[in-house]
C-alpha cells in the first residue's frame, strides 16, 4: 500500500493497538461512545455529546454502535480520510495534551494527563517520554515532534503507555 503522501496517522499496528487499548477502558474489545467520550473528557476536551456521537458515526464502519479495533485501525490508517482531516485530528489531540496552549508540551502537562487517565507514572518518566522525542533538546514536545512521534518516522519503539 504505497502512498506518496506521509501519512500523520499512526502506522504501528502495536501503537494502534496500545491506544486502542486506551480507550477500551473495560477491556471489552470495542469502544463505546461512553468510553471514547470519557477518554476525551479524561485529556481536558468539552467534546459535546452530539460531537462524540458524530466521531462514532464516522469510525463505526459496521454501524454496530461501537468501534473495534478493526475500525480503530482503519481510522489511524487514514482510510477514506481526506490527508487535510487527518492534520486537524492530530492537531486536536495536541492541543488535547497543551493544557496552557503554549504550543508545547511539558513533562508536567504529560503527567497530568497520563494521571487522569489512570497511568502511574511520575514527572521524572514523562520527562524521559519527551526527552527521547525531543529533536531540538528544550526540554518540551512541539507540534512538529508530537507528529512525528505519532508517525512513527522514527521508528523508536516507545515502550509508553497510553
Same mark, same amino acid.
Given at each position: ?12 499496528? =502495536?501503537?494502534?493497538?496500545?491506544? %486502542?487499548?486506551? #480507550? ?10 461512553d468510553e471514547l467520550g470519557g477518554v476525551l473528557k ?14 462514532? =458515526? =464516522? ?15 482503519? #481510522? ?17 489531540? #495536541? ?9 508545547? @508540551? ?6 497530568? @494527563? ?9 514527572? =521524572?518518566?514523562?520527562?524521559?517520554? @519527551? ?14 515532534? %508530537? ?16
Open positions: 500500500m504505497a502512498n506518496s503522501k506521509p501519512s500523520i496517522y499512526l502506522q504501528n499496528t =502495536e501503537e494502534v493497538k496500545k491506544v %486502542f487499548e486506551c #480507550f477500551d477502558t473495560n477491556g471489552d474489545g470495542k469502544i463505546s461512545a479524561a485529556l481536558g476536551s468539552d467534546t459535546s455529546p452530539d460531537e462524540v456521537a458524530r466521531m462514532m =458515526e =464516522e469510525i463505526d464502519t459496521d454501524k454496530d454502535g461501537h468501534v473495534n479495533l478493526q475500525e480503530f485501525a482503519a #481510522f489511524c490508517s487514514g482510510e477514506g480520510d481526506p490527508y487535510s482531516s487527518a492534520e486537524k485530528e492530530l492537531q486536536e489531540a #495536541f492541543e488535547l495534551y497543551d493544557q496552557d496552549h503554549n504550543g508545547k @508540551i511539558s513533562a508536567v502537562e504529560l503527567h497530568q @494527563i497520563l494521571k487522569r487517565l489512570g497511568e502511574r507514572c511520575s514527572v =521524572e518518566d514523562c520527562a524521559g517520554m @519527551i526527552k527521547s522525542v525531543d529533536s531540538n533538546g528544550d526540554g518540551y514536545v512541539s507540534f512538529d515532534e %508530537f507528529k512525528k512521534m505519532m508517525t512513527n518516522n522514527n521508528n523508536n519503539n516507545s515502550n509508553a503507555k497510553c
